[in-house]
């Protein structure tokens, strides 16, 4: 059973700190990691995709992969309180299988 | 303006009754999903096409049924037999190819009464 796993909080931070989101995932071939928000009631939003290992950063997100490690992490820097959301991580494990496996989601609240 | 739209955003229905949940893209992409969100659940998969005329069923399928007559178009059928049918449904779509990114459209809540 391919897993991803994220802790489900809340996480929370004051407003200007560093946020930091965390996923792991079970199947080794896996291939495109993505972080999506949404606000409660919304539908989720794109906010980064990564498929190497290191860093990919957009503007106050970085997205970090470490595939040995089966670890993919976002960062949010100067957190506001519009970033207060549920981020959700999701795994496609590539080749004709075009499913995203999804984490449950980490509530985040940013603090005024 | 290029998106997915999902009406209508609010449903209600009476037990034993079906309903047509509808899904319309113009961003010109190949593969549409359906997902149900329920609290404390996350995202669950219930169909998905990757191509006009032909379609897979997800994770928790039963009790629903999906066309894909049109590459634009992707509706979801909740049919009397899904037993706990209140929820938020989503609907998604991709370009076909990978990797695969998945835009969504603004969900349609349905509850049962």
């Known amino acids: 059973q391919k897993e991803v796993e994220q802790n489900s909080g809340p996480l929370s931070v004051p407003e200007g700190a560093i946020a930091s989101l965390n996923c792991t995932y079970s199947?080794?071939?896996?291939?495109?990691f993505f972080w999506y928000r949404q606000y409660s009631g919304k539908s989720p939003e794109l906010i980064m995709s990564?498929?190497s290992n290191g860093d990919k950063e957009d503007g106050r997100f970085t997205a970090q992969l470490n595939k040995a490690s089966q670890y993919v992490s976002l960062l949010i820097r100067d957190s506001q309180p519009s970033d207060s959301a549920t981020y959700l991580c999701?795994?496609?494990?590539?080749?004709?299988?075009?499913?995203?496996?999804w984490g449950l989601g980490t509530s985040l609240a940013v603090n005024p | 303006d290029g998106g997915i739209t999902q009406s209508p955003k609010y449903l209600f229905r009476k037990e034993g009754q079906n309903v047509t949940l509808s899904c319309e893209q113009n961003?010109?992409?190949?593969?549409m999903y359906w997902y149900r969100q329920d609290p404390g659940q996350g995202l669950r998969l219930i169909y998905y096409?990757?191509?006009?005329?032909?379609?897979q069923k997800g994770d928790i399928a039963e009790g629903y049924s999906v066309s894909r007559e049109k590459k634009e178009s992707f509706p979801l059928t909740v049919t009397s037999a899904q037993k706990n049918p209140t929820a938020f449904y989503l609907c998604?779509?991709?370009?076909?190819?990978?990797?695969?990114?998945?835009?969504f459209g603004p969900g349609t809540r349905l509850t049962v009464l």
């Open positions: 998604a779509s991709s370009v076909r190819d990978s990797p695969d990114t998945q835009y």
């Open positions: 961003l010109n992409h190949d593969a």
């Open positions: 096409s990757q191509i006009v005329n032909d379609f």
């Open positions: 199947d080794r071939v896996s291939q495109s």
């Open positions: 990564i498929y």
């Open positions: 999701a795994v496609n494990v590539g080749g004709n299988n075009r499913k995203l496996i």
